[in-house]
Nanobody, 122 residues
Framework: QVQLVESGGGLVQAGGSLRLSCAASGRTFGSYTAGWFRQAPGKEREFVAR????????QSADSVKGRVSISRDGAKNTIYLQMNSLKPEDSAIYYC???????????????WGQGTQVTVSS
């Protein structure tokens, strides 16, 4: 079992930055791919970024490419999502997830956090 707890969301002006954190518990977390997804009201859950269990292979969605970076600290069992140059359309609930497949499909992820709200004002 893996438990995930996100933090770091909040209200920020357009052009600003936020760093989201996802603290994981569970001895096997290090062997999972981790991903960040987001969901805005009335929209489907959307892939944002993923990182392989090796900590080196990453990918971000085209909609955020060049503005976000995902990283993991194995010693702290924590995943980070650094978001820069935020836009109002980035406003959503951001979820951290863990799964055994290196996938951008949210249905492939087994464990989910409760989410953290990000609101970007114009």
């Amino acid at each position: 079992q893996v438990q995930l707890v996100e933090s770091g969301g909040g209200l920020v002006q357009a052009g600003g930055s936020l760093r989201l954190s996802c603290a994981a518990s569970g001895r096997t977390f290090g062997s999972y791919t981790a991903g960040w997804f987001r969901q805005a009201p009335g929209k489907e859950r959307e892939f944002v970024a993923r990182i392989h269990w090796n900590g080196r292979t990453t990918q971000s969605a085209d909609s955020v490419k060049g503005r976000v970076s995902i990283s993991r600290d194995g010693a702290k069992n924590t995943i980070y999502l650094q978001m820069n140059s935020l836009k109002p359309e980035d406003s959503a609930i951001y979820y951290c997830a863990a799964g055994s497949s290196y996938s951008s499909d949210y249905s492939q992820y087994l464990y989910w956090g409760q989410g953290t709200q990000v609101t970007v004002s114009s």
